[in-house]
Nanobody, 115 residues
């Protein structure tokens, strides 16, 4: 089992910044992918950004140039630096962990961007 603990969500004005963190614990496999998805009210969950343990990253087109994903493999932690936030970024953000032995989700953290 893998446990994911997220932090860093909150309320911010449009144009502002937030940093999300997600720490994984438990049966961590060294080769894995960690990242962030989000779900706005009435919409499907969508990929925001993911990063592999090898250093590859992938971003949704809507956040490219504004969000940056990073990892600290020694701490099994992934971060999402969100800049130039827009009202359409408002959603619950979920941390995700994928490895050979399983696929896990965090509990979600609310990000609200006021215009």
């Amino acid at each position: 089992q893998v446990q994911l603990v997220e932090s860093g969500g909150g309320l911010v004005q449009a144009g502002g910044s937030l940093r999300l963190s997600c720490a994984a614990s438990g049966s961590i496999f060294n080769i894995n992918t960690m990242g962030w998805y989000r779900q706005a009210p009435g919409k499907q969950r969508e990929l925001v950004a993911v990063a592999t343990s090898g250093g590859s990253t992938n971003y949704a087109d809507s956040v490219k140039g504004r969000f940056t994903i990073s990892r600290d493999n020694a701490k099994s932690t992934v971060y999402l630096q969100m800049n130039s936030l827009k009202s359409e970024d408002t959603a619950v953000y979920y941390c995700n962990y994928v490895a050979l032995r399983g696929h896990y989700w965090g509990q979600g953290t609310q990000v609200t961007v006021s215009s």
